[in-house]
């Protein structure tokens, strides 16, 4: 269920996003998560699903969405911005947080890559409910929260 790029900004900022970003030309797949921050609606946070070693031999690796950074926009300017968290146990070099701050930057800029797909995962950007009809999966949004987007 791939996104346009035209529509790929507009669904990873509607609120409960989540979403995978492969780069066809090396094969990278990485899934993000951006929540719009509850009390602030220009603040979200970013996660992307990471695996690691299980600790537990009984159990072998594990994936866990870790938080990565935020995505802030100017309440006069409406410009987005991602911002590397600190507090983030992955680097601000490793390839998922560079990977999000590049994909980002270039929709803004409208000229992301084509060895860049985004794909959904079928469920509504804003809510979070399975989305049914051809229009909702194609801009990943469910025609009630479409509605209240204002598309
Ligand atoms: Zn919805």
Redesign the pocket.
């Known amino acids: 269920m791939e996104l346009t790029n035209e529509n790929a900004l507009q669904f990873i900022l509607a609120g409960k996003a989540q979403f995978t970003v492969t780069n066809i030309s090396t094969q990278n797949r990485y899934t993000y998560k951006v929540n719009r921050c509850d009390t602030n609606n220009n603040l979200y946070f970013v996660s992307v699903l990471y695996n690691y070693k299980s600790t537990n031999k009984e159990y072998s690796d594990e994936q866990q969405f870790k938080y990565i950074g935020t995505i802030r926009k100017d309440t006069n300017t409406e410009q987005i911005q991602f911002i590397y968290g600190n507090k983030s146990i992955l680097k601000q070099d490793s390839i998922q947080v560079k990977g999000f701050t590049y994909i980002i930057k270039h929709l803004i800029t409208k000229d992301l890559p084509d060895v860049y797909f985004i794909t959904h995962t079928g469920k509504?950007g804003?809510?979070g409910?399975r989305l049914t009809d051809e229009k909702s999966i194609l801009t990943g949004?469910?025609s009630?929260?479409r509605k209240i987007i204002g598309l």
């Open positions: 509504c804003r809510c409910r949004l469910g009630e929260c």
